[in-house]
């Protein structure tokens, strides 16, 4: 995941695709659990496969949708250790609720609606 880059630059160059018309969808421990976020463009922030996304394009202009993952409290294990954990029983609900919400946004995109219109009805936590 951390060379996502590589893969999308691919894909963008191979099929021609304007950024508006390119959606990036990525869990980020920046959000706290259950958040959504939908931006028309942004850094990377801390998340490195959208920090090699932003390099291999060469531009940050491109819609993005961040899932958040943080937990309430301090880890006391490694990040990368929470990252490959898995999802808990006790927060399936809330990644489900928070995935069905994001799968509606990007059907949304898919058919058309602008980001501007999917950014003010879809941004919530869960």
């Known amino acids: ?10 894909l963008v160059n191979f099929y021609k695709i304007d950024l508006k018309d390119l959606i990036v969808i990525y869990d980020d421990y920046d959000l706290k659990k259950g958040a959504l976020r939908i931006r028309e463009k942004g850094s990377s ?11 291999k394009l060469g531009k940050t202009n491109f819609p993005r949708v961040r899932i958040g993952f943080k937990p309430k409290t301090d880890l006391n294990i490694p990040l990368i250790n929470y990252v490959l954990s898995g999802i808990s029983s006790e927060d399936k609900p809330t990644f489900d609720k928070v995935l069905d919400l994001g799968a509606k946004a990007l059907y949304d995109f898919a058919n058309g609606k602008g980001v501007q219109y999917i950014m003010q009805n879809y941004n919530k936590k869960v």
């Open 1 to 10: 995941m951390n060379l996502s880059g590589e893969s999308v630059r691919e």
């Open 45 to 55: 922030g801390t998340h490195n496969g959208m920090r090699n996304i932003v390099e």
